[in-house]
């Protein structure tokens, strides 16, 4: 499925669009001296008059609708040529663009982002990570919650942020809720498109002090989809599916899914796949399941059990997908990352 909505609407407009290439052509100067002269088709009479057109092909001009009605019969064979000519040249055209933008769309995404402290894969679950507004990194739960060290080794007993040791304000502190909003209006500024995506977030749920706007957080979420950040466009999805802003259009929201997921949003990808399945287009959605499946989705995987359960999906693709989870969870885990989610759920990481 084409992400513009103009190819949509082309499909069925094709022939409007022939008929108004084909005028403009006919009204073409051939040159800065010669100008093209409209001819009658039966009877050759010459002029600006003759502006009779053939309605379906567009490629001879009338005097009248007389001489229309008594030249038809020559025409047919000629109009129906040029329209079944037109018509194969336009569907080509559709395949050769679907083609290339499923292997656009299918492409294996760029791989996740690594933690600029452990060096290891970020998890896809958002609990697995947090973004620090003091330095604009995203860190994993294993170095949030592990303790910081002074460059004597000393455990540092004020919480600081692990990546650029600024100090991390207090929970209870009255004042600390403002201070992180400071920090964050400071990335804003800055187009960081976490921060950007982030206050997106609080228009659509007015939190932080912002009036809730639906149309103010699209606004922002195209901006941070636009600065790289794909889990906006997933959003700006979400809005088209369920009218938040927006009326609802299934249509565009798989459009946005489709951007987000070639940036490499598990979540959309599997968005997709479940679409896919919901129109009876299997082999589709097994694809997107098994790459957003790769990407770390658990639900893709549990996506693709049900299909194999439901005879929809092979034991090989089943199998498949199990080693690529497996392969994820080998490029995630850490002892430093369990001991986090050992002692909180909001530290879980897969």
């Given at each position: 499925m084409s992400t513009s909505d103009n190819c949509k609407d082309g499909a069925s407009n094709f022939?409007?669009?022939?008929?108004?290439?084909n005028n403009n052509l006919n009204n073409m100067s051939l040159n800065d001296t010669e100008v093209v002269v409209s001819v009658c088709a039966n009877c050759g009479k010459e002029g600006d008059d003759v502006k009779n057109i053939c309605?379906?092909?567009?490629?001879?001009?009338?005097?009248?609708a007389i001489c229309k009605k008594v030249h038809k019969k020559k025409h047919k064979k000629a109009c129906e040529e040029y329209i079944r000519l037109a018509t194969e040249k336009h569907d080509e055209e559709v395949r050769i663009a679907a083609k290339l933008h499923d292997e656009k769309l299918f492409k294996q995404p760029p791989p996740a982002e690594d933690c600029p402290i452990?060096?290891?894969?970020?998890?896809?679950l958002h609990t697995g990570s947090r973004y620090k507004s003091c330095c604009g990194k995203i860190i994993c739960c294993g170095c949030v919650y592990a303790p910081v060290y002074d460059n004597q080794g000393n455990e540092v007993a004020?919480?600081?942020c692990p990546f650029c040791r600024v100090p991390i304000p207090e929970a209870l502190d009255p004042?600390?809720?403002?201070e992180i909003i400071e920090r964050e209006k400071k990335r804003f500024a800055d187009n960081d498109p976490i921060a950007v995506y982030n206050y997106g977030v609080y228009h659509r749920h007015g939190r932080q002090g912002l009036a809730q706007d639906h149309v103010k957080a699209l606004e922002l979420w195209?901006?941070?989809?636009?600065?790289?950040?794909a889990r906006a466009y997933g959003n700006i999805?979400?809005?088209?599916?369920?009218?938040?802003?927006?009326?609802?259009?299934y249509k565009k929201a798989i459009c946005y899914w489709e951007l987000a997921a070639i940036e490499g949003d598990s979540m959309a990808r599997n968005n997709l796949g479940i679409c896919e399945g919901k129109a009876g287009n299997h082999d589709r959605a097994l694809k997107h399941f098994l790459i957003a499946v790769r990407g770390g989705n658990a639900e893709s995987l549990?996506?693709?059990?049900?299909?194999?359960?439901?005879?929809?999906?092979?034991?090989d693709a089943y199998t498949r997908a199990l080693q690529l989870y497996q392969a994820y969870l080998g490029e995630i885990k850490s002892p430093q990352r369990d001991e986090a989610a050992a002692a909180h759920d909001e530290y879980r990481y897969y």
């Open positions: 022939k409007d669009d022939v008929c108004e290439v309605n379906k092909c567009n490629q001879v001009k009338y005097c009248n452990c060096f290891l894969c970020l998890p896809t004020e919480k600081t004042k600390s809720n403002e195209h901006r941070a989809g636009e600065l790289g950040y999805g979400y809005a088209y599916e369920q009218g938040s802003g927006v009326e609802v259009d549990n996506q693709i059990k049900q299909m194999y359960n439901h005879e929809l999906a092979t034991k």
